[in-house]
């Protein structure tokens, strides 16, 4: 497997998160003000290592703006600070996260693939190629709930599907966090690190998107009242819906995916590069009063707050991780950012 580029290796090196610090995302597809968009997926590793198998890392817990201000030279991990169930993976950038999640993501959500087997790498290189994206363009980001992920690594071993070191790399934090558990509850959220087609802007936005992911999976109530207010939409509104994440790649024929990315896009992706009323055929007036009536009903939680709050101001300090060094403290490698004299 071939390097990033600016990176000296493309194992994994997972430093937690500094739950009270300020350095430091499934999204979408970026759409374009005409309607057209481009899937905020997922996608690369960079200069990482591999977790030990015998231990794991301590995982603290961060803010959103923590989060989104972070730059990581390597994979971060942290949990959400409002809600502990949800973990979020921020990569050092999108070809590390989709040889991560590429192929998670194509088992429980993509289009035209099947979602009772696990695809291997040849077919998965096919999916993706036949899709008209890369490894490193599937997705911007990703969401998953932790029932699906496990579901994805017994059928790995059961059918005898070669996982990567990243997709490994995953299976060991998820037996951490014992989430291979039967009934356990929890999701991932991730995002990557500005450079190359992911701004800084970008990123806010992608993170904002990724946790009210996080929040469908891990509050029933915010569940059920997304699936109520699904139900209530007229067969026009669920087939506006319905047409643009069709054209985005999701699988139309799965209704919780529908819904989900529904309430992700209408609510919390205020961006119009990525979501517009033009994506869906309606006029602004339209999309306005959808998401009002949406926002006015909300449970009583964290996330509500999120729905009408402006997204962290994106970082203008370091834009990219333009210089990569390594040094050792206490042992571990530890990956810096810095700009050349």
Request: with cysteine.
């Given at each position: 497997?071939?390097?990033a580029?600016?990176?000296?290796?493309?194992?994994?090196?997972?430093?937690?998160?500094?739950?009270?610090?300020?350095?430091?995302?499934?999204?979408?597809?970026?759409?374009?003000?005409?309607?057209?968009?481009?899937?905020?997926?997922?996608?690369?590793?960079?200069a990482?290592?591999?977790?030990?198998?015998?231990?794991?890392?301590?995982?603290g817990?961060?803010?959103e703006?923590a989060?989104d201000?972070?730059?990581?030279?390597?994979?971060h991990?942290?949990?959400?600070?409002p809600?502990?169930?949800?973990?979020?993976i921020?990569?050092p950038?999108?070809?590390?996260q989709?040889?991560?999640?590429?192929?998670?993501?194509a088992?429980?959500?993509?289009a035209?693939?099947?979602?009772?087997?696990?695809?291997?790498?040849?077919?998965?290189?096919?999916?993706?190629?036949a899709?008209?994206?890369?490894?490193?363009?599937?997705?911007?980001?990703?969401?998953?709930?932790a029932a699906?992920?496990?579901?994805?690594?017994?059928?790995?071993?059961?059918?005898?599907?070669a996982?990567?070191?990243?997709?490994?790399?995953?299976?060991?934090?998820?037996?951490?966090?014992?989430?291979?558990?039967q009934?356990?509850?929890?999701?991932?959220?991730?995002?990557?690190?500005?450079?190359?087609?992911?701004?800084?802007?970008?990123?806010?936005?992608i993170?904002?998107?990724?946790?009210?992911?996080?929040?469908f999976?891990?509050?029933?109530?915010?569940?059920?009242?997304?699936?109520?207010?699904w139900?209530?939409?007229?067969?026009?509104?669920?087939?506006?819906?319905?047409?643009?994440?069709?054209?985005?790649g999701?699988?139309?024929?799965?209704?919780e995916?529908?819904?989900n990315?529904?309430?992700a896009?209408?609510?919390f992706?205020?961006?119009?590069?990525?979501f517009?009323?033009?994506?869906?055929g309606?006029?602004?007036?339209?999309?306005?009063?959808l998401?009002?009536?949406?926002?006015?009903n909300?449970?009583?939680?964290?996330?509500?707050?999120?729905?009408?709050?402006?997204?962290?101001p994106?970082s203008?300090t370091?834009?990219?991780?333009?210089?990569?060094?390594?040094?050792?403290?206490?042992?571990?490698?530890?990956?810096?950012?810095?700009?050349?004299?």
């Amino acid at each position: 497997m071939s390097s990033a580029p600016g990176n000296d290796d493309d194992t994994i090196d997972i430093r937690p998160a500094n739950a009270g610090g300020v350095r430091r995302r499934r999204l979408l597809r970026l759409a374009l003000a005409g309607g057209g968009a481009v899937s905020l997926g997922a996608a690369g590793l960079g200069a990482d290592r591999l977790l030990r198998k015998d231990q794991g890392p301590a995982i603290g817990s961060a803010t959103e703006s923590a989060i989104d201000l972070e730059e990581p030279c390597g994979t971060h991990l942290s949990r959400l600070a409002p809600d502990a169930d949800v973990v979020v993976i921020d990569f050092p950038s999108l070809l590390t996260q989709g040889l991560t999640l590429d192929r998670l993501a194509a088992f429980v959500e993509k289009a035209n693939v099947p979602h009772d087997r696990l695809l291997n790498d040849a077919s998965l290189a096919a999916a993706i190629k036949a899709s008209g994206d890369t490894e490193a363009s599937y997705y911007y980001g990703h969401d998953y709930q932790a029932a699906d992920i496990a579901r994805f690594f017994r059928l790995a071993d059961s059918e005898g599907i070669a996982l990567n070191p990243h997709e490994l790399w995953l299976r060991r934090l998820m037996r951490q966090l014992g989430w291979m558990a039967q009934g356990a509850t929890g999701a991932i959220i991730t995002l990557t690190a500005a450079g190359g087609p992911v701004t800084m802007e970008m990123r806010t936005v992608i993170l904002r998107h990724e946790i009210s992911h996080g929040a469908f999976y891990t509050v029933p109530a915010y569940r059920r009242y997304t699936e109520d207010f699904w139900a209530s939409l007229t067969d026009a509104d669920r087939a506006a819906f319905t047409g643009f994440l069709g054209r985005q790649g999701y699988d139309t024929s799965l209704t919780e995916l529908m819904l989900n990315e529904s309430q992700a896009y209408l609510i919390f992706t205020r961006d119009p590069r990525f979501f517009n009323a033009a994506a869906i055929g309606k006029s602004e007036e339209e999309v306005a009063q959808l998401r009002q009536g949406f926002i006015d009903n909300m449970p009583e939680f964290w996330l509500r707050a999120l729905a009408t709050e402006p997204r962290p101001p994106a970082s203008h300090t370091m834009p990219g991780c333009p210089v990569q060094s390594a040094m050792l403290t206490d042992g571990r490698r530890t990956c810096l950012c810095y700009r050349p004299v």
